[in-house]
């Protein structure tokens, strides 16, 4: 299934095209907003992808947690091309993507993406599959989670939060994201959740862990 994979969750833009393999993929890092670069970082990827945008059968959406401003900006540009190429769009919650991606690992995988206010959006995931629940945590409170945990590993765009935690446990392991994986593993999880539920209601959102401050400054 021929999948244009969108992530606008965190600080840089990631837009893919998938079909079995990542055919092309695009990433934008600030200063650059997404507001800004995600119409011409789609038009770059199909074009590079040799895919024409009518030829797209599904478009997978990183859906939250993340950035409230940058999802919104993600979600609404899906839909929006959703309507107008009459094609099917699928939400797939973040933090699940990290969990997806690096099934491979040994371990705990911890995915870490910044909440702001020195917090933390993270979930541990076991071979892809998640361990509890999504969380909105202080980083303290997540090292109490983690205790007696042998190896894991801290993925995802703000993983390098989680610097001093391993320095003392050999076990312990911050990646540098893997943009190809990630996308590849958001284009999967898509095509999965919509042969399973279908499409998203045109009324679906973000996958929020808390309520959006209006008026705050937002991540771009």
């Known amino acids: 299934m021929t999948t244009l994979a969108i992530d606008t969750s965190s600080a840089a833009l990631k837009v893919g095209v998938w079909e079995s393999t990542l055919l092309s ?7 650059a ?3 800004a670069t995600i119409l011409p970082s789609i038009e770059k990827v199909l074009h590079n992808a040799g895919v024409d945008a009518r ?4 478009i997978a959406v990183a859906g939250g947690p993340g950035s409230f401003t940058g999802l919104r900006i993600g979600i609404s540009t899906a839909k929006g091309l959703a309507l107008s190429l009459g094609t099917p769009m699928t939400l797939v919650p973040t933090l699940d993507i990290y969990g997806e991606a690096w ?4 371990g705990i995988v911890v995915p870490i993406l ?3 206010k020195h917090r933390l959006y993270c979930a541990r995931y076991h071979r892809g599959s ?3 629940k999504w969380m909105d945590i202080d980083a303290d409170s997540l090292l109490a989670h983690l205790q007696g945990e042998e190896e894991l590993h801290f993925v995802g765009p ?3 939060l989680m610097d001093s935690l391993c320095e003392e446990r050999p076990g312990w392991r911050v990646h540098e994201p893997a943009v190809e994986t990630e996308l590849s593993a958001l284009a999967l999880l898509g095509m999965n959740r919509f042969l399973e539920k279908g499409p998203a209601a045109e009324s ?3 996958f929020y862990l808390r309520e959006p401050e209006i008026g705050a400054p937002i991540a771009r």
Request: aromatic content about 4%; cysteine-free.
């Open 25 to 31: 993929f695009v990433i934008s890092a600030p200063p």
């Open 33 to 35: 907003t997404h507001a």
């Open 55 to 58: 030829e797209i059968e599904l």
């Open 103 to 106: 099934k491979e690992a040994s």
């Open 114 to 116: 910044d909440a702001r």
């Open 130 to 132: 998640l361990i509890g």
């Open 158 to 160: 703000d993983a390098e």
């Open 204 to 206: 679906e959102g973000p």
